[in-house]
């Protein structure tokens, strides 16, 4: 339920109204052409990607169930200007639990200011405490600490390690 989330917008938005010409809603295929790589490129290296690579990623990412991505359209243009997921990952611990990540969570420069990334995590949020995850969990630019700390989060005493290839 929306209305318990504990983080406030000021002025208000919401999943349904997330400000003007703004809809929420999951990914759908046709928004490789609605701009969504210029804004994940605004994250990290977000590559040169097919239609046809695009298309079986999304149709993976759809059969597994696990994955949750969503975006914010402009429908005054037809383009996206804000995207995020939830992964879903099942763990043996916990009485084989849920644990849910927060990845790719990027707003267009165009659209900053708007709510529109507490918006994307918040909602994310919430849905994996619906889906009964134990927790959730994310890797972020020491930047950005103060604005996930404002949406629940708190930095891990575990150190985050990786191997890059
Ligand atoms: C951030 C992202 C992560 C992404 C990484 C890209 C969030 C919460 N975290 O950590 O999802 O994978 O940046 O960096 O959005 P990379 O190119 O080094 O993987």
Known sequence: DWSSSVVSFSPSIS??????????R???LAD???????VLSQLTVAGDVTKEQFRANFEHMKKTGDYYVIVVEDTNVGQIVATAML????KFIHGCAKRGRVEEVVVSDVCRGKQLGKLL?????LLSKKLQCYKITLECAQKNVEFYKKLGYTPSDET????RF
């Open 32 to 38: 490789l052409d609605r701009g969504l790589y210029k």
């Open 87 to 90: 992964i879903i990952e099942h």
């Open 121 to 125: 995590v918040a909602v994310l949020t």
């Open 15 to 24: 999943p349904l109204n997330p400000g003007d010409s703004l809809v929420l």
């Open 160 to 163: 985050y390690m990786q191997c």
């Open 26 to 28: 999951p990914l759908h």
